[in-house]
Antibody
Framework: LQLQESGPGLVKPSETLSLICTVPGGSFNSSGYYWAWIRQAPGKGLEWIGSIYYSGSTFYNPSLKSRVRISVDMSKTQFSLRLTYVTAADTSLYYC???????????WGQGTRVTVSS | EILLTQSPATLSVSPGERAILSCRASQSVSSSQFAWYQQKPGQTPRLLIYATSTRATGIPDRFSGSGSGTDFTLTISSLQSEDFAVYYCHQYNFWPRTFGLGTKVEIK
């Protein structure tokens, strides 16, 4: 079971970054799992962006909350990230990740690199 | 927001030696909701330890975790070549979920 991120690798400043994570298998709508996005800027540490429950309830990092939206598409067993008004500071490797409500991040995608540049 | 401060930032250790990594939280965290991850260059982070001291699947027993409240420790009893990496602590007790900035374990 492997999560898979997809989306453009290059986004212009002030535009919207959009990524999709595909969840294979039947765990997507299993009770108790949250689906999250985490990013890692070049040479930096890990930053949690937000999490969504399969039912749609969300939690966001306050530092990004005004620009972030995470949503689910149950029919496609996918969840997505939208980050608006991006700047160079949003250039990162973006991971989609699974966790339980009170659980660690136990399954990670390979990550997708997004560069913000004109 | 729970701030996690890891020390040292870099730890130089010879193979076979013991490494002790520390993580201090800005407020008390439940020991049931504290974890450590390992990240090697160019690789995805891997869950090492959860619930402070429980090893994740496939993690060798030279890795051990301990602690409570605001102070947590990851110990690698005898460093192997494959253990040189960056280690992150993580709390999943509170929203927002937070990580420490990492400790790089390098070859001495």
């Amino acid at each position: 079971l492997q999560l898979q991120e997809s989306g453009p690798g290059l986004v212009k400043p002030s535009e919207t970054l959009s990524l999709i994570c595909t969840v294979p298998g039947g765990s997507f709508n299993s009770s108790g799992y949250y689906w999250a996005w985490i990013r890692q800027a070049p040479g930096k540490g890990l930053e949690w962006i937000g999490s969504i429950y399969y039912s749609g309830s969300t939690f966001y990092n306050p530092s990004l909350k005004s620009r972030v939206r995470i949503s689910v598409d149950m029919s496609k067993t996918q969840f997505s990230l939208r980050l608006t008004y991006v700047t160079a500071a949003d250039t990162s490797l973006y991971y989609c990740v699974r966790h339980r409500s009170l659980g660690p991040f136990d399954m990670w995608g390979q990550g997708t690199r997004v560069t913000v540049s004109s | 927001e729970i701030l996690l401060t890891q020390s040292p930032a870099t730890l130089s250790v010879s193979p076979g030696e013991r490494a002790i990594l520390s993580c201090r939280a800005s407020q008390s965290v439940s020991s049931s909701q504290f974890a450590w991850y390992q990240q090697k260059p160019g690789q995805t982070p891997r869950l090492l330890i959860y619930a402070t001291s429980t090893r994740a699947t496939g993690i060798p027993d030279r890795f051990s975790g301990s602690g409570s409240g605001t102070d947590f420790t990851l110990t690698i009893s005898s460093l192997q070549s494959e253990d040189f990496a960056v280690y992150y602590c993580h709390q999943y007790n509170f929203w927002p979920r937070t990580f420490g900035l990492g400790t790089k374990v390098e070859i001495k």
